[in-house]
């Protein structure tokens, strides 16, 4: 069993940056693949970043390709996401989301486990 906690979220500007954390608990959360998605009001939830257990792989969204930054530290057991450049059109509900194993990042089914959300809003 894995939980998920974000943080980092909140409202800024066009062209401001945000870095989201994502915690995670358990004691094999660190072998995990793991991956961001986004949510905004009547939309589905979408990929926006993956990050295999390792960290050797990555995986973007051609949305945010050149200015988000997925990464992990497997000893804090914690995974982040540094956006830059941030526009309106990325304000949404950000989720974290786990997978001990999938056969692809970028759809939401494959994961197992999901954190509450935090809500980014970048203003114009």
């Known amino acids: 069993q894995v939980q998920l906690v974000e943080s980092g979220g909140g409202l800024v500007q066009a062209g401001g940056s945000l870095r989201l954390s994502c915690a995670a608990s358990g004691r094999t959360a660190s072998s995990y693949n793991m991956a961001w998605f986004r949510q905004a009001p009547g939309k589905e939830r979408q990929f926006v970043a993956g990050i295999n257990y390792s960290a050797g792989k990555t995986y973007y969204a051609d949305s945010v390709k050149g200015r988000f930054t997925i990464s992990r530290d497997n000893a804090k057991n914690t995974v982040y996401l540094q956006m830059n450049s941030l526009k309106p059109e990325d304000t949404a509900v950000y989720y974290c989301?786990?997978?001990?194993?999938?056969?692809?990042?970028?759809?939401?089914?494959?994961?197992?486990?999901w954190g509450q959300g935090t809500q980014v809003t970048v203003s114009s």
């Open positions: 989301a786990a997978a001990p194993r999938y056969s692809g990042p970028y759809n939401a089914r494959e994961y197992d486990y």
